[in-house]
């Protein structure tokens, strides 16, 4: 009699009671931000493998192979050049033009890919989502160091490029490893960023494409920048000066080639490419963590 007396209590509390009694919490219930932020760092090694895996997955099917890091960087430059240096002549008045181009176009592709890719990380892996448990946003952040073995390849290209087309080897050239990185954090954090976003709009992924191309133009990938300052009002000229891949470009350019002109002087440069990778970097990663709970739901 006693022993019932006393389990009644228990058994007609609410589920939510008995939960917070015990201890209990929501299954993927979303951790603390420096809890988040240590399990990512606990699954680093996962990260790298899975990115390591992407990079070698996305060459398997090619006969051709990894030459294809070479090949596909290389083609979009002739291209390019051919219809904006021959046929439109932006070639005008910069020294270098096809290193300038190559520059630009290398560059301006490492944050497209990251961006396109990241946006389908989330969507593209639901099966993995939904089978294990590990921080989501682990599969952004590896398609950023796919992205950026693929930027390597790139940049030995690029070298060639500038040493054939004349540029002399200078100390400068080390400069091009920071803006780089910095470049890297502010794409992770752009991955993050549109990872959530696509996994909230399906559609997102057929428009960005368009975004990206949109992007590329204002970035001054196929002509100086000077264009922008001789065509558009000073308000909106001055305002495409903070691009943050114009930044980026610039950078890169200012580091490897002797004579590019530049759309501001290269410190305001160095403040501004850091300033959008911590605003990106942090950004993105709290925008991300705040929608841990939803990934792979529905």
Partial sequence: MTDTAVSRPD???????LAARFGLRPAGQR????NYTRQLWSYRHFIASFANAKLVASFTSARLGRLWQVLTPLTNAAIYFVIFGVVLN????IPNFIAYLCTGLFVFTFTQTVVQSGTQSITSNLGLIRALHFPRASLPIAVTLTQFQHLIASIAVLIGIVLVTGEPVTFLWLLAVPALLLQSVFNGGLALAVARLGAKVADLKQIMPFVM????????????????????PPAVAQLMQLNPLLIYIELVRHALLENAPLASPPTQLWLLGAGWALLAGI???VYFWRGEEEYGRG
């Fill in 31 to 34: 951790p603390t931000l420096a």
């Fill in 213 to 232: 191309r949109t992007w590329m133009y204002a970035s001054g990938v196929l002509y100086s920048v000077d264009m922008f300052a001789d065509n558009l």
């Fill in 283 to 285: 950004g993105g990663f």
């Fill in 11 to 17: 058994s007609a509390q609410s589920p939510t009671a």
């Fill in 90 to 93: 932006t070639r005008a008045g």
